[in-house]
């Protein structure tokens, strides 16, 4: 580039030294002390995309004729070869492209009109994040030649979009997955722009400073995917407007700094209608510290998935296995939390825990183990909307279960129990320690594991010192080792 420029460069993104910039100036300018200024020698205007997919998937060299074993190139990585004609037949013609990735290779625009059409007019999937387009009139030149599109990366480049005139009909009519985190886009140019996208499924706009401004009409009806992450200015307010997208199954809102929510359509034990069709959230790294956020996620009529690691809710307790039962009790649809799938077992365990944790707060508030006289009050039902549902499911708690209780220290009172095999003489005596809130249905089943005999064949009693020949059948399941009184020191009796 030669050191005088034309005023067109004005807007263009360039590289200088490894960052990327915006030229705002070109000129003469006199000598300045301290200035700021660059010279074109040294500044990177870039390369069309037709000459950055040559550099990066054409071979470097020509083959010798003798040679049986070559080097080539594929992305920037060299690959040894055996059988280097058929290679090379593959791999120079440019128009079997497919999947490319021009990351950090400096595209400046499409170049010849009608050469990307022309060289590679089968590509379906574009990583172009981190280059120099400057504008989206850009990303439309080389779009319109690219007929099957339907994957699209454009992160980390500064563009500019239009805020009135929608894309052109046609040139993303196969697009299923767009990203364009970190190109400073607005939420209405999303919309605006969103008329020609009329398939997309998948839209990411992390770290956007978005603010949701209106909702989507007759744009973004198929998405299934978005992305919000890192867009701190939402708040729950602005989560209504996307809230009846039709289509929408995951909802990415990782550090956005949301602390609540709240579906006013829905009471006590009742769905919302907003978001019909969510099935996976995400709420990692928020402010999220009250149990009612909880609560009113179990509103949603479809949600099975949840993340919502590091924030004060999880991380404030020393517990988190006791959380994450809490967690998995008052969402009752929840089938997977933090990735990790809720086996029907470990569901179980958690409401029966839930129920019997919150259980002298209920009778506090007016609930009873006789259906006619169980009346918790509002506050009660507003803090514990499932617990209801829970007695009815389960029964409500009765007062042996109750006596000791201590919420947030479930699990933290261990057992050292000696554990006998009086039908099974060729078994040693073990010990073991379990917590004293440990069902005797999840005794049977770390038993049954252990000894490699079905549950329903185990039958369990104990001992104890304080009561010399007298032997106590546990005989209820979904009862702990504490309601039975089980002590340090007693001894588990094992038969099948």
């Excluded at 590289?15 to 300018?29: C, L, M, Q």
């Excluded at 071979?59 to 055996?82: A, H, W, Y």
């Excluded at 939402?234 to 579906?263: C, K, M, T, V, W």
Aim: with cysteine; aromatic share 6%; net charge negative.
């Amino acid at each position: 580039m030669n050191s005088t420029l034309t005023s067109d460069v004005i807007g263009r993104r360039v590289e200088v030294n490894g960052e990327h910039a915006t030229v705002r100036f070109s000129g003469i300018v006199p000598p300045v002390a301290g200035g700021s200024f660059i010279r074109p020698n040294k500044v990177n205007f870039g390369v069309d995309f037709l000459t950055a997919i040559k550099n990066r998937y054409v071979l470097e060299d020509e083959p010798k004729e003798e040679e049986t074993e070559q080097i080539v190139i594929i992305g920037n990585k060299p690959v040894e070869t055996i059988g280097f004609d058929s290679v090379i037949k593959q791999q120079s013609q440019l128009s079997k492209l497919q999947d490319v990735s021009l990351r950090n290779c400096a595209v400046n625009g499409a170049g010849d009109k009608g050469g990307i059409a022309k060289t590679c007019p089968n590509i379906r999937s574009i990583d172009l994040s981190k280059n120099l387009l400057s504008s989206w009139e850009e990303v439309i030149d080389i779009a319109n030649q690219l007929k099957h599109l339907e994957v699209l990366n454009l992160s980390e480049n500064k563009l500019t979009f239009p805020s009135s005139s929608p894309s052109p009909t046609g040139t993303f009519s196969m697009l299923k997955v767009l990203v364009l985190n970190r190109t400073e886009i607005t939420w209405a140019e999303v919309l605006c722009c969103a008329s020609g996208w009329p398939v997309l499924e998948k839209l990411y706009l992390e770290s956007n400073n978005i603010v949701i401004s209106e909702r989507p009409t007759d744009v973004l009806q198929t998405v299934k995917l978005l992305d919000l992450s890192s867009n701190q200015l939402i708040d729950e307010n602005q989560l209504f407007l996307i809230a009846y997208l039709p289509r929408l199954e995951q909802l990415i809102l990782s550090d956005i700094g949301i602390s609540s929510i709240h579906f006013p359509d829905a009471g006590i034990g009742c769905k919302t209608s907003m978001f019909p069709s969510l099935q996976y959230l995400v709420l990692n790294d928020n402010q999220i510290a009250q149990w009612s956020f909880m609560n009113e996620l179990d509103k949603l009529q479809s949600l099975h998935a949840l993340s919502c690691t590091r924030n004060p809710l999880t991380e404030g307790s020393k517990d988190a296995q006791t959380t994450r039962q809490f967690i998995i009790a008052r969402i009752g649809q929840l089938r997977t939390l933090n990735k990790c799938a809720i086996e029907p077992e470990e569901r179980r365990g958690a409401e029966l825990d839930y129920r019997k944790a919150f259980g002298n707060e209920w009778k506090k508030a007016g609930g009873h183990q006789d259906p006619e006289k169980n009346r918790p009050n509002k506050e009660f039902l507003e803090a514990h909307p499932r617990y209801q549902a829970l007695c009815l499911k389960y029964g409500a708690p009765e007062d042996g279960e109750l006596k000791t209780q201590q919420p947030f220290l479930l699990r933290n009172q261990l057992l050292t129990l000696k554990i006998k095999y009086p039908n099974q003489l060729d078994q040693k005596v073990t010990e073991k320690q379990l917590p004293e809130s440990m069902t005797v249905q999840k005794v049977k089943g770390l038993l049954s594991r252990l000894l490699k005999v079905p549950v329903s064949e185990l039958l369990l009693s104990y001992e104890s010192p304080k009561m010399p020949g007298k032997e106590i059948e546990l005989e209820n399941d979904l009862q702990s080792l504490q309601f039975y009184s089980v002590e340090n020191g007693d001894c588990l009796l094992v038969r099948w």
